[in-house]
């Protein structure tokens, strides 16, 4: 079992950035990548990016490439998800999800293990 906890989010302003955390636990051991995911409401549950623990290949949506870059520390057993120039469309509960074998990184159906996610409110 991984154990993964959200920490982070908050109520931004259009244009500012915020840092996203996630803490794992556990069989850390055998993860092979780990993700960031996002629901806005109404809407479904839609990658973000991932970061592939044996190499550190990234891999991220269109809509946030070139915005948000996600980075590990493995002294920690953290993921982060450094979100800059924030739009209002980035309004969501963003989650932090582990894959444990190889697989497509943007099917959420991929990931084994999923935090109890976070919101990133942003205003105009």
């Known amino acids: 079992q991984v154990q993964l906890v959200e920490s982070g989010g908050g109520t931004v302003q259009a244009g500012d950035s915020l840092r996203l955390s996630c803490a794992a636990s556990?069989?850390?051991?055998?993860?092979?990548?780990m993700g960031w995911f996002r629901q806005a409401p109404g809407k479904e549950r839609e990658f973000v990016a991932r970061i592939r623990l044996g190499d550190e290949l990234t891999v991220y949506s269109a809509s946030v490439k070139g915005r948000f870059t996600i980075s590990r520390d493995n002294a920690k057993n953290t993921v982060y998800l450094q979100m800059n120039s924030l739009k209002l469309e980035d309004t969501a509960v963003y989650y932090c999800?582990?894959?444990?074998?190889?697989?497509?990184?943007?099917?959420?159906?991929?990931?084994?293990?999923w935090g109890q996610g976070t919101q990133v409110t942003v205003s105009s």
């Open positions: 999800a582990a894959q444990t074998s190889a697989a497509l990184a943007v099917d959420r159906k991929n990931y084994r293990y």
């Open positions: 556990g069989r850390t051991s055998t993860s092979y990548a």
